[in-house]
């Protein structure tokens, strides 16, 4: 939701096109590369949650990703989960957009 809140906020695009665009955060090799790029600047309470969520049990398999880029996306989620619970909504809107802003400037770099 919150992935398709800051894309909707940063064109103006046909449902279709926004659809699209969100797609491309929202599978576990984005969700890893976005982690990565947030990593610098998570607080240790931060680190903890995303080490528990990479360490969780999984009881599914990752059709497009490797078993490590599933992980960190689960621990990217659960981060994303601990902000939302947490109040921290403010936090979490400024570090993804930030995140999204590296993302598309690396993708577009063909990084």
Request: glycine share 6%; hydrophobic share 40%.
């Amino acid at each position: 939701m919150i992935i398709r809140t800051i894309v909707v906020g940063r064109a103006e695009h046909t449902v279709n096109t926004l659809h699209k665009h969100t797609c491309r955060y929202v599978n576990a090799g984005a969700q890893k590369e976005l982690l990565t790029i947030l990593s610098e600047h998570l607080t240790e309470q931060e680190q903890s949650v995303v080490r528990r969520g990479r360490n969780a049990k999984s009881h599914s398999v990752a059709k497009h990703a490797s078993v490590a880029d599933y992980r960190l996306a689960t621990g990217f989620e659960a981060l994303c989960g601990f902000w939302y619970l947490s109040g921290q909504d403010e936090r979490m809107v400024e570090l993804l957009t930030e995140a999204v802003r590296k993302f598309d400037e690396a993708a577009s770099d063909g990084r």
